[in-house]
């Protein structure tokens, strides 16, 4: 049973670079997220899609930023121009839908993203 | 707007000394509350769903309870190995975000 994997783990990048996240979901799991870390704080929530379906998109979500996830599968999370406040630990997770919508979701280890 | 606050941020235990960890919410309407254990540059890894007050769920020395207003992480005579961060979150009544607190540090010392 293979978990949810990112890439990179680590990015290190000069400000007003563009970054690239990968995200690729349990298999069987049609809904997948996007939330960010700090450090000392709990992850928060970024974007969410079902299939091929962006649905729901946080206010932190700059237009810096995009998400995308061809055919269902894999996701892409872009980041450009960054900025210094954009360091943080970025987790992708993945879920079954279930009745309610509320199966639990399952987290990847994350790409931690530093800005110089 | 869905909060949770979670207690203490840290806690010190010796190995065998069993203790609770708190997580308070507030949500509109509860489709799960859900714990997560996160050791240091890892991803969140699932504990247990309660999904209606008076649910409780057990896993080795762990036993997650419910009730409307809270949660709370009982761990029996711990060990070294339990050492982790433990997050609460809450998924709401709309939308499919889960909504976390900032965590419980715990550290087991032998």
């Known amino acids: 049973d293979t978990g949810v994997s990112q890439d990179p783990r680590h990015k290190i990048t000069k400000r007003g670079q563009n970054v690239t996240f990968r995200c690729d979901p349990i298999?069987?799991?049609?809904?997948l997220y996007w939330y960010r870390q700090t450090l000392g704080q709990g992850p928060e929530f970024l974007t969410y899609f079902q299939n091929e379906a962006q649905l729901e998109k946080s206010r932190l979500l700059s237009d810096r930023f995009s998400a995308e996830r061809p055919k269902g599968s894999f996701s892409t999370l872009e980041i450009q121009r960054t900025e210094q406040g954009d360091s943080a630990m970025y987790l992708c997770a993945s879920s079954s839908s279930g009745a309610r919508g509320n199966q639990p979701q399952h987290f990847g280890d994350g790409t931690r993203l530093s800005i110089l | 707007e869905d909060q949770v606050t979670q207690s203490p941020e840290a806690l010190r235990l010796q190995e065998g000394e069993s203790s609770s960890l708190n997580c308070s919410y507030t949500v509109s309407g509860l489709r799960g509350l859900f714990w997560y254990r996160q050791d240091p540059g890892k991803g969140p890894e699932f504990l247990f769903t309660l999904y209606s007050a008076g649910e409780e769920k057990e896993k080795e020395r762990l036993k997650a309870t419910l009730t409307k207003k809270e949660s709370f992480l009982h761990i029996t005579a711990p060990k070294p190995e339990d050492s982790a961060t433990y997050l609460c979150?809450?998924?709401?009544?709309?939308?499919?975000?889960?909504?976390f607190g900032a965590g419980t540090i715990l550290r087991v010392k032998s």
């Open positions: 979150a809450v998924l709401g009544e709309y939308g499919n975000k889960l909504v």
């Open positions: 298999s069987e799991h049609n809904r």
